[in-house]
């Protein structure tokens, strides 16, 4: 179980174990949970919360109760400016694996590669749909082509 301390209503110290030793108190870690209160060492409980589409963490609350403190994610909407950031982002993974996908397809279109002429075209048609992939309208539901055989 977790931990945190409490002074004048505020949380004062990240979730941790009780301390063996506190405020020259040996042993402290010993102590029943009504003894630790009245220190201001309260139990520590973390309550997620669900966070919809277009929606971000923006820190975190605590509430002190008589017997722990809860703590809870405070959520706000996305501004335009992180949209426009995470659709960035992830275009420019989109890209890079991608890449990746057409070099180690390279290899199909030399011109002394054992691939026979029909093989050769769906690897050519295969590298055209990588090539045309920020085509599509979002970066987070891409549809890959398949990869010849």
Do not use: C
Not at 31 to 37: M, Q, Y
Not at 44 to 59: A, L, N
């Amino acid at each position: 179980m977790k931990y945190v301390y409490v002074e004048n209503g505020v949380v004062k110290s990240l979730p941790q174990d009780i301390p063996q030793n506190w405020n020259n108190i040996s042993n402290f870690n010993l102590f029943d949970d009504v003894t630790l209160k009245s220190y201001g060492w309260y139990s520590y409980k973390f309550v997620g919360t669900f966070i919809p589409d277009g929606y971000r963490v923006d820190g975190t609350e605590f509430t002190i109760t008589e017997d722990e403190v809860i703590e809870t994610q405070k959520i706000r909407l996305k501004t335009e400016q992180e949209i426009e950031d995470e659709n960035n982002s992830m275009w420019e993974a989109v890209r890079g694996r991608r890449n990746v996908e057409l070099l180690q397809s390279d290899w199909t279109q030399l011109p002394d590669s054992p691939l026979v002429l029909e093989k050769k075209d769906e690897w050519i048609a295969y590298r055209q749909a990588l090539r045309d992939i920020t085509l599509q309208t979002n970066p987070f539901v891409i549809v890959w082509p398949t990869k010849p055989n």
